[in-house]
């Protein structure tokens, strides 16, 4: 009799919960395998017992790709992954716990996530939304993108159309760059048919899966947008006050892992695609000089001006950047 009772009683134990994300189907360190949204589901439910079950809906199955967040919002899901830069026009201040250009390295971040103050005004940010968060995945340094002609100079760049998210996009703007934002999912049928001239993902191993090097010639470093960029686990605050505290911290172990985990997948397969890239014909090039500094000067305008007119932007900021 009691093993034929135990399964039913797991079953009225468990809580069942649903996270979306902003990223496509079959996508390495997002969607599957080590470190991704799939994998810390899976721990928190082996962490658990099974106590908490989370059903991860990947860009577009449950809701649109950038709609997951106000899912959460609402309570209509309790979790979302996507990057905070996707919400830049809802809550500019929480750019800086995604991606923050010419800013701090993977583990200069998580120092200031977990040591410092990032996550404490990560979560201050989110506090009148209703929101909690933490980071859940870091991609380490980024690529420039991928481009369809070659870039000599600032003028290559002028009428240039982009996608590319975030405050970046904003110091492209000031220098003529036509600034898209797209999700994973419709960037390279966006390049191949010429619907954008260039674009930007993540880094070789994530662009591979892609096929991007198969709809554009030149391949760009540096990563002075993206030295890094962090995956956010955004929880709706009502639904993370019925955990108890052993789920809770569960759920914060396991993004955490997830943090380091996904960013040694990155390190650990990123050199071996690029190889792959040069070997098969893509033109591997660096942003020249001339370009650099003008969006660093582009740049520190941007961060002048947000932060003159947003008081939340500026305190976020200025922490980022003294630490």
């Not at 929880?235 to 040694?264: F, G, Y």
């Amino acid at each position: 009799a009691a093993t034929v009772a135990a399964p039913a009683v797991a079953r009225a134990n468990t809580i069942e919960w649903k996270m979306t994300t902003a990223f496509p189907a079959g996508q390495p360190f997002y969607s599957t395998g080590p470190g991704s949204l799939s994998d810390f589901a899976d721990r928190v439910r082996a962490m658990s017992g099974g106590r908490l079950d989370i059903q991860v809906y990947n860009g577009g199955e449950l809701v649109p790709a950038f709609e997951g967040f106000d899912a959460v919002r609402q309570g209509i899901v309790q979790m979302n992954g996507w990057v905070s830069y996707f919400g830049a026009g809802k809550v500019p201040a929480a750019q800086f716990f995604g991606a923050v250009p010419f800013g701090m390295s993977t583990q200069g971040k998580n120092a200031w996530f977990y040591i410092g103050d990032g996550i404490k005004l990560w979560n201050e940010v989110y506090e009148p939304l209703g929101l909690v968060a933490m980071p859940i995945g870091a991609t380490g340094v980024q690529m420039t993108g991928w481009f369809n002609k070659e870039i000599n100079s600032i003028d290559d760049m002028k009428g240039l159309r982009l996608r590319i998210p975030g405050l970046a996009g904003k110091a492209y703007s000031r220098i003529g760059v036509d600034v898209k934002v797209l999700p994973g999912g419709e960037i390279f049928p966006a390049l191949e048919r010429g619907v954008i001239d260039a674009a930007e993902w993540v880094g070789p191993a994530q662009d591979k899966i892609l096929g991007l090097n198969k709809a554009a010639k030149y391949y760009y470093t540096t990563g002075w947008h993206e030295p890094t960029t962090v995956t956010e686990l955004t929880i709706n605050k009502a639904a993370w006050d019925t955990l108890d505290p052993e789920l809770q911290a569960i759920v914060t172990n396991a993004a955490a892992a997830c943090n380091v985990i996904s960013h040694s997948w990155g390190e650990a397969n990123n050199a071996a695609a690029l190889k792959e890239f040069a070997a098969s014909g893509t033109e591997l090039r660096t942003l020249p000089t001339e370009v650099v500094e003008s969006l660093r000067i582009e740049m520190d305008a941007v961060y002048e001006e947000m932060g003159a007119a947003d008081p939340l932007f500026k305190k976020v900021m200025d922490n980022y950047f003294a630490f």
